[in-house]
């Protein structure tokens, strides 16, 4: 049985997924679906769960320490863990992916918000033999969260699965083309905010010298990067 968990600081806009085909399949014991509040990991008066970017710019980013100790709390002793971040700098998402996230025991979604979740956690995550992180877009625009995005891919991936849909001839019928692409747009760079150390791992040191050109240079050249390592996958 699949088990999807969501981390959300809006888990009531999650509701939908108790409805219609994923609330039946849950029903049926088909699925587990499992939603959290990230602000129950907050210990201060506010529950605040963002700071100001280091390097400066626009927006607040979402601190790390929350977020790693919600993932903490749910992970099993499962020998593969599947973490999506949410973000539209991440592959983008297609039936292919659906297909393949149908082989896996336990999802856990990052539903960050505002400028995006510290990239340490991802970077935290991918160092854990037990877990696979899959940095997820479900298209080339930009929400206010990644709770829409979640539920497309639960939604997608979910009705692939044996005895979720009333008529499994339905799934033989679908047809996808799949468009290959390219224009000159560039992904977003990766964000850090404080701590400048956490888990070990320590924010680019570029980022914290005041020096805004040096920092706009590391940044076009992270986007580029990340661009082209997007295109070759």
């Given amino acids: 049985m699949l088990r999807f968990d969501l981390i959300s600081i809006f888990p009531e806009y999650l509701a939908p997924l108790k409805l219609s085909l994923l609330g039946k399949a849950v029903d049926k014991g088909l699925i587990t679906i499992n939603i959290h509040d990230l602000r129950d990991q907050t210990m201060d008066v506010h529950h605040s769960v963002d700071d100001t970017p280091y390097g400066g710019g626009a927006g607040m980013v979402m601190s790390a320490a929350p977020w790693g100790d919600a993932i903490d709390q749910i992970s099993n002793d499962l020998d593969q863990i599947d973490l999506i971040i949410l973000t539209p700098a991440g592959k983008k998402f297609d039936q292919a992916m659906a297909a393949e996230f149908t ?16 990239a340490r956690v991802g970077k935290h995550y991918e160092n854990k033999s037990n877990f696979k992180v899959h940095e997820v877009s479900i ?9 829409v995005a979640a539920m497309v891919i639960i ?8 005895g979720v849909l009333g008529n499994p001839e339905s799934l033989k019928e679908e047809s996808h083309s799949i468009i290959s692409s390219s224009d000159d747009l560039l992904v977003e760079y990766p964000n850090y905010t404080k701590p400048a150390v956490w888990r070990g791992l320590e924010v680019p040191e ?26 070759k996958e």
């Fill in 103 to 118: 082989k896996c025991k336990q999802l856990i979604f990052a539903c960050g918000r505002y400028e995006g979740i510290d």
């Fill in 139 to 147: 298209g080339d625009y930009v929400l206010g969260g990644g709770e």
């Fill in 155 to 162: 939604e997608a991936t979910a009705r692939l699965l044996p």
């Fill in 206 to 231: 570029v980022l914290l010298s005041g020096n805004h050109g040096q920092i706009a240079k590391w940044r076009k050249e992270q986007a580029e990067r990340r661009t082209d390592q997007l295109g």
